[in-house]
């Protein structure tokens, strides 16, 4: 069974760039040919995939967050990490990551899900 956990801060400033990690458990990272996610729902709205790396190390981002996110790993501890700079309270949001077999950037094709981790946005 894949388990998948997130953490960091619950509350970031404006401006400042926001830290998430995605633990993994039961499953490695680097297992052809899974995708691992950052996907997030702000409040009242749907849920909006923000990006990926790949089991190769490969990464990809919503063209639209792609200038403020960057998404890293770290194969030795299972874990991939989100950053996403300059926030303003639009980032506002509850985070997930998530196990997509075989595809990445959608919002519905995914295994594994962890339970969310809310971030607010607020000075």
């Known amino acids: 069974q894949v388990q998948l956990q997130e953490s960091g801060p619950g509350l970031v400033k404006p401006s400042q760039t926001l830290s998430l990690t995605c633990t993994v458990s039961?499953?490695?990272?680097?297992?052809?040919?899974?995708?691992w996610s950052w996907i997030r729902q702000p409040p009242g709205k749907g849920l909006e995939w923000m990006g990926a790396?790949?089991?190769?190390?490969?990464?990809y981002y919503s063209p639209s967050l792609k200038s403020r996110t960057s998404i890293s790993r770290d194969t030795s501890k299972n874990q991939f990490t989100l950053q996403l700079s300059s926030v303003t309270p639009e980032d506002t949001a509850v985070y997930y990551c998530?196990?997509?077999?075989?595809?990445?950037?959608?919002?519905?094709?995914?295994?594994?899900w962890g339970q969310g981790t809310q971030v607010t946005v607020s000075s």
């Open positions: 790396i790949a089991y190769s190390g490969s990464t």
């Open positions: 039961g499953g490695s990272i680097t297992t052809n040919y899974y995708y």
């Open positions: 998530a196990r997509e077999p075989g595809s990445y950037g959608s919002t519905s094709g995914y295994d594994y």
